[in-house]
């Protein structure tokens, strides 16, 4: 069942999921957090105490780029830039849910378009693609950001997507790698190599390092090497060490979002659209396998380059841009601004000298259930309003 707030009227959405997802999920010990801008959700999965399969989602205007961990999810939409953080401690849970992620700081920094989006290992800084710009850039608190690194074929910083710039790659918890769909300076020019133009370009030198992609995203580096999404063939693979890209799976559909759990690599799938795509070697690969293209994730065993595990989204929801891993979190749960809660879920700093009396003392109690009214007296106090459900299909 996914859960959806009322006050915002939603088309139904179904999920379908392989025999053995759930069970993947729980051997994992994860959880799933992925974006649509197409339909403006942050949807989150897990599963949930009888051992089914738990969505949930939140509306943010256009979402699109994600980064997360198991406290904090990071978002961009249309013109913010969210972070949102856990708010519940270890052995308490809200309604049943056991991460509740709440959004508490946001930058506003126009519509720069931001793709994929991370964070920095050793100072915390939030870095991301703004593909209208056709730069990196980093969050600034006066301007609407502060561009760190562009491809040296572009000419200047002007609010024209030239290259389609859009994936970012971290290393050592540096930005180091990125891809584009086309190597242009003028308004536009990418769509005309969308075919074989795309490439990937290492920032530390410079120098473009792979060649021949059709639209690629997502690149992550992982296990040693640069895995990425040839989306306009519908490819996930990665970069040999002669800068050739190595398809591992084909997958039924528009690729954008990857992320990694043990050895396996989740994979988003999209519908094509309109003309960005359509003529691409893509539609000859759904062809030639007597298929059409769906919306969904699919789990990928890095080890045999086998799909063991599916979830197809039916509906509304056409289009993923990103996707990522909750590590330890079981069934995760976001605030919005749908509803009144965001209003009347009030918590506190348990780090406050004024509200230690107030935290539990009992450590032999390992769950703390917080729902409606109940348990004011302690850190976290909530009301819960109704919520509509839609269809969840597992065959």
């Known amino acids: 069942m996914i859960r959806q707030s009322t006050a915002k009227a939603a088309l139904p959405v179904e999920i379908l999921a392989s025999r053995h997802f759930i069970d993947w999920l729980q051997s994992q010990q994860i959880s799933l957090a992925f974006s649509t801008y197409q339909s403006s959700r942050l949807m989150l999965l897990g599963v949930n105490a009888h051992g089914q399969l738990s969505g949930f989602e939140r509306f943010f205007d256009r979402a699109m780029g994600l980064y997360a961990t198991p406290e904090r999810i990071y978002l ?3 013109s913010q830039l969210w972070q949102l953080d856990n708010v519940l401690s270890v052995g308490q849970l809200y309604d049943g849910y056991d ?5 508490r700081i946001a930058y506003t920094t126009g519509d720069l378009d931001i793709h994929d989006l991370a964070v920095e290992a050793d100072n915390e800084r939030i870095v991301f693609i703004s593909t209208i710009l056709n730069c990196l850039a ?8 502060i561009p760190l690194w562009k491809p040296k074929f572009i000419s200047s910083l002007v ?3 030239r290259c389609h710039l859009n994936g970012l790659a971290m290393v050592a918890g540096k930005p180091r790698y990125v891809t584009l769909c086309g190597e242009s300076d003028v308004v536009d020019g990418w769509r005309d190599k969308r075919q074989g133009g795309g490439c990937i370009i290492d920032i530390q030198s410079d120098e473009v390092i792979a060649r021949g992609l059709s639209m690629p995203h997502a690149p992550r580096f992982y296990q040693g090497k640069l895995w990425l999404l040839n989306a306009g063939t519908g490819e996930f693979g990665y970069i040999d060490s002669g800068g050739v890209f190595q398809p591992v799976a084909f997958c039924p559909g528009f690729l954008r979002g990857l992320a990694f759990s043990g050895d396996y690599a989740i994979v988003g799938l999209s519908k094509p659209r309109d003309k960005t795509f359509s003529g691409l070697k893509l539609d000859e690969n759904l062809v030639n396998k007597k298929t059409e293209p769906r919306c969904g994730l699919m789990v990928i065993d890095l080890k045999t380059g086998q799909v063991v595990h599916w979830l197809r989204l039916e509906g509304e929801v056409t289009e993923l841009y990103d996707v990522q891993v909750l590590p330890g979190v079981r ?4 605030l ?3 509803t009144e809660e965001i209003q009347q879920l009030i918590t506190l700093d348990p780090h406050s000298p004024l509200i230690a009396g107030n935290a539990p003392t009992d450590e032999s109690a390992p769950i703390q259930e917080f729902t409606n009214n109940a348990n004011r007296d302690n850190i976290i106090s909530a009301i819960t309003p109704q919520r509509s459900s839609m269809t969840l299909e597992r065959e």
């Open 99 to 103: 991460k509740l992620y709440i959004p």
């Open 331 to 334: 069934r995760p749960q976001a």
């Open 159 to 161: 609010n024209e997507d």
């Open 138 to 145: 980093t969050v600034s608190d006066r301007h609407s950001c």
């Open 76 to 78: 961009s939409s249309r």
């Open 336 to 338: 919005g601004f749908q």
